[in-house]
């Protein structure tokens, strides 16, 4: 598989992280979109973003850190289509989604893709952007792209033993972030 990073401009000249796991990600510069990622500021000498994971528990410290020094905070997540393999097998990351303002899976609170997408700015009007949607949606489509694409392609038929029915059960991760934050119960 071939990767293709696409140059350019960087948005933040310096990014703080407090995040190992963040500052480990490769090319994690080019897909925050700065020059230089400090891992553990002491200070908020020349930073003109922090960066923290999604809506977890132990970025607190990084939006604090930004909150005190009038810092942008940017939230990083999974893409959507976000690697071949696992991550927490060790597949990095092939996209990453950015919000300065929330999450997409938090419907308590506004995100940027929210944003966006109930702009009236014509932006989503234009018939060029449209049909490079389209064509997009349709090659994931067609090449049954998802989240991790690891996995055969399917159909999948389970073997019948003739005893039983089958019932096929599938879900979040449980305890993902993205259940409470989308107002939803176990």
Excluded at 24 to 51: F, T
Excluded at 93 to 122: F, H, I, K, N
Aim: hydrophobic share 40%; net charge negative; glycine share 12%.
């Amino acid at each position: 598989m071939s990767r293709t990073t696409v140059a350019r401009t960087p948005l933040y000249g310096r990014a703080a992280t407090f995040s190992r796991g963040i500052a480990a990600i490769p090319g994690v510069r080019s897909l925050i979109g700065c020059n230089e990622l400090v891992l553990d500021p002491k200070g908020p000498g020349g930073i003109d973003v922090v960066v923290g994971w999604g809506l977890k528990a132990n970025t607190r410290k990084a939006q604090v850190f930004a909150h005190e020094h009038g810092l942008a905070y940017l939230r990083l997540e999974d893409g959507f289509l976000r690697s071949v393999g696992l991550g927490v097998e060790g597949d990095p990351p092939l996209a990453m989604v950015q919000d300065e303002l929330g999450m997409y899976y938090d419907a308590r609170r506004p995100s940027e893709l929210e944003r966006l997408l109930a702009a009236d700015d014509g932006v989503l009007d234009d018939p060029e952007l449209i049909e490079r949607a389209a064509r997009a949606m349709a090659a994931i489509r067609e090449n049954e792209l998802s989240k991790y694409n690891s996995s055969p392609i399917g159909p999948f038929t389970l073997p019948d033993d003739g005893t039983r029915a089958r019932v096929l059960v599938i879900d979040q991760t449980f305890g993902d972030l993205s259940v409470a934050c989308g107002l939803g119960t176990r």
